[in-house]
C-alpha cells in the first residue's frame, strides 16, 4: 500500500460522535510508551500526525484520522497505566470497552507490544478478553532495535508460549522499529488485504 495522504479528522470521548462507520478502520492500542504515536506516524511517514509524548496517558480520547482517503486509522487511550488516577483508569476503560463493542466498521485492532519486555500479565489478559469478545486483532512487537536478536527472539517467543496455551492458532504478528522503519510495508500490506474483505454496514451503504 502507498500512503498518498493522512490527516487527524477528530477527537473524542464517545463512540456515538466517532465519524459514519463508512470506511473500513483500523485501530492501534498498547500501554504506556509502547511507542503508538511513534507507530502511527512512521506508517503514515508523517512526523507530527499523531502527537508522541513521555508523559503516560497523553492519548485520552479516541483520535480519527483518515489515509487515502478511504480507510480511518484511530489511535486508542491506552491501558495499564500505573500512574494514573482510579477514575481517570476507569474512563479510560470505558472508552476502549464502548468502541470495541459498538464500532461496527473496525477491521481489525492492532495491539502494540513492547519487545523489550517478557510477556506481561496485562498485555496476555487485554488479548484473551478480545479474543473471548472475537474482535479481530494483531500484534505489533516495538522497538526492536533496543535489544539483541537472542533477547528479542526469547521475549517474543515468551509471548506466543503464553498464548498457545489456550489458543490453537496466534493471531498475525508483525514486528516494528519506528527509529528503523521496521515493519511498515508489513503492516501496511496487511491492511490492504483486509480491505479487500470490506463490506459496508448496512445503516451505512
Known amino acids: 500500500m502507498i500512503i498518498k495522504n493522512a490527516r487527524f479528522l477528530v477527537s ?47 492519548t485520552q480520547l479516541i483520535n480519527h484520522f483518515i489515509v487515502n482517503d478511504s480507510w480511518f486509522l484511530v489511535d486508542l487511550p491506552g491501558y ?11 474512563t479510560f476503560a470505558k472508552i476502549i470497552n464502548d468502541y470495541l463493542a459498538k464500532r461496527e466498521n ?24 478480545l479474543g473471548t469478545a472475537g474482535i479481530p486483532f494483531a500484534i505489533v512487537f516495538t522497538k526492536t532495535d533496543k535489544l539483541g536478536k537472542e533477547a528479542f527472539n ?7 508460549d503464553k498464548l498457545l496455551e489456550d489458543w490453537d492458532e496466534l493471531p498475525a504478528v508483525f514486528v516494528s522499529s519506528s527509529t528503523k522503519k521496521l515493519g511498515r510495508d508489513e503492516i501496511l ?8 474483505h470490506w463490506n459496508p454496514p448496512k445503516s451505512n451503504k
Open 154 to 160: 526469547n521475549n517474543i517467543q515468551s509471548y506466543k
Open 12 to 58: 473524542n470521548q464517545l463512540v456515538q460522535k466517532c465519524p459514519s462507520p463508512n470506511k473500513p478502520e483500523f485501530a492501534f492500542i498498547g500501554r504506556s510508551n509502547v511507542g503508538k504515536s511513534s507507530l502511527i506516524n512512521m506508517l503514515c511517514q508523517s512526523k507530527n500526525l499523531a502527537k508522541t509524548s513521555a508523559t503516560p496517558g497523553k
Open 189 to 196: 500490506n496487511f491492511i490492504d488485504e483486509i480491505m479487500q
Open 106 to 129: 473496525l477491521m481489525c485492532l492492532f495491539v502494540l507490544i513492547d519487545s523489550r519486555l517478557k510477556s506481561q500479565p496485562i498485555d496476555l489478559q487485554f488479548m484473551e478478553k
Open 80 to 90: 495499564g497505566y500505573a500512574r494514573l488516577s482510579k477514575s481517570k483508569k476507569e
